[in-house]
């Protein structure tokens, strides 16, 4: 048997990460029983999803990679898409590197992988060029995230802010609401759909039924940052019903 332990590092406010991502691996080992996981959390402080707020947080995000380093966790996911968004062109490779050089002072080096990165890795894996995609954020930080995605070749065609700064209130929005948002989004020429493009909004939920209803691939920051924790450990990406990215090979 084989146990790994999965570290996060997640705003404080944040109740959504520590929930699915535990999901998602206790559907994984279901199906593979010589596999176990446990997941163990570092919190930043963050209460409003804003650019100031973002870039403290970032900061001092290295706090945590030691702390988890401490825990001797097999790989690290830094669980604020759109904190390493706001960064720039390039962010998200930065911010793996900086995080692993603070695991690696504190005398346990390991894999890092963002939810940024990790949303960009998981729309490639799927072949997705062209997507619509339901984020809580103001309008300014969607454009972020829109921004970002183009610079790895991925135009978002259709984009819903639902404008919540409150990042509590942002894990209190039904994933059932998601759904409606979806039924009501432009699909033309679309490859795929990102749900829920933040690791607080609750989606999982909500991801195989939309991904039955509108014929398209659906995934979110939360399905996409289990991908790359599963690859990171050499695992098979492999989830039951969490969308087709995690759906094992094609």
Known sequence: MSGYRIGLVVPSSNTTMETEIPAMLRRREAVDPGVTFTTH?????LHHVTATELARMNRTSGRCAEELADARCDVLAYACLVAVMADGAGAHDRAERRL????GRAGHPMPVVTSAGALVAGLRALGARRI???APYLPPLTATVVGYLAGYGIEV???VSL??????????IPAQRLVALADGLDLTDV????????????SLAAVPQVEARLGRPVLTAATATVH??????????YVPDAGRLLAGPR
């Open 41 to 45: 959390a570092s919190r930043v402080r």
């Open 100 to 103: 692993a050089r603070a695991a």
């Open 132 to 134: 619509a995609m339901i």
């Open 157 to 159: 065609t259709r984009a």
């Open 163 to 172: 404008a919540e700064p409150d990042n509590v209130a942002v894990g209190r």
């Open 191 to 202: 490859d795929a759909i990102v749900l829920s493009a933040c690791v607080q909004m609750p």
């Open 228 to 237: 790359q924790l599963l690859t990171g450990l050499g695992l098979a990406p």
